[in-house]
């Protein structure tokens, strides 16, 4: 294995939301990929994750990308765009365009580039004629960027065992903890890595909601959830205005 150092870039998919550790903090599935790689390479492994909840395509591209260049690392995954496609904002043209650009510019480095395929988490949130469609524009250029580039695509898409609603939080936009450790199965996978095989495994799917239940429980999600997102939209503000990357620079898996 030739990674001595992996960067990880992104929003909240990223960041590990939510998959909380004890104190708190979130987790994800790039601590559990670095963790594996760094017991593969050593203790010189080095890791950084530079990613924050509610970013934007441009912010990511803007703040995190040349940092993470700087860092001259042997792996970068890049995931973004998916807090765009749900913009009334969203510009399929010009994302499209720069992904491709910017994904050139982390492999003329010489790294290895992890692309994700987004899961399909339309099935469970209101908008899906508008929104769906955007994913699917979005992993397509991902597909289509990976193969132009030589990336190492993740095809979470592909994947139908994301459609079990175990496999997200209550939030039904964010991956539970199941659902992070299967993204990182995913990613060792496609590197080439051997995981625990426990990441893989399928929690058995909810027993069926009557519909009256099913009803309160979507008015329950949307005054916890949707609401405050729609503020949050009408005031110009951002889950991530107050957060910062949980691990700047690169360093020791450990710390």
């Known amino acids: 294995m030739g990674w001595r150092s992996f960067v990880a870039v992104g929003d909240s998919f990223t960041e590990g939301m939510d998959d909380a550790y004890p104190d708190g903090t979130y ?11 760094a017991a593969e390479a050593g203790p010189d492994f080095q890791y950084a994750n530079l990613a924050i909840r509610g970013r934007l395509f441009p912010n990511v591209v803007a703040e995190q990308v040349p940092a993470a260049l700087s860092m ?3 792996l970068i995954s890049f995931a973004a765009g998916g807090n765009d496609v749900l913009r009334r904002t969203f510009d399929p043209d010009a994302l499209v365009a720069r992904f491709d650009d910017v994904v050139r510019q982390l492999r003329s480095g010489g790294a290895d580039v992890l692309l994700f395929r987004f899961a399909d988490v339309m099935a469970r949130l209101p908008g899906q004629r508008l929104v769906a469609p955007r994913v699917h524009l979005l992993n397509r250029a991902v597909g289509e960027t990976a193969e132009r580039h030589g990336a190492i695509l993740v095809d979470l898409y592909a994947d139908d065992t994301f459609l079990n609603p175990m496999l997200w939080s209550t939030d039904r936009l964010h991956l539970s903890a199941a659902g992070h450790r ?7 996978t496609a590197l080439g890595v051997g995981c625990d095989e426990d990441w893989l495994l399928v ?32 005031t110009g503000r951002s889950s991530g205005d107050t ?3 949980k691990r700047p620079m690169l360093g020791p898996v450990a710390d």
């Open 27 to 37: 987790r994800g599935w790039a601590d559990l990929v670095a963790t594996r790689l």
């Open 72 to 74: 001259k690392p042997d």
């Open 182 to 188: 299967r993204v990182a199965g995913q990613v060792l």
């Open 203 to 234: 929690p058995p799917h909810p027993a069926p909601t009557p519909w009256l239940a099913a009803r309160a429980a979507d008015l329950r999600w949307a005054g916890r959830h949707l609401a405050p997102w729609i503020k949050r939209r009408l």
């Open 243 to 245: 957060v910062t990357a």
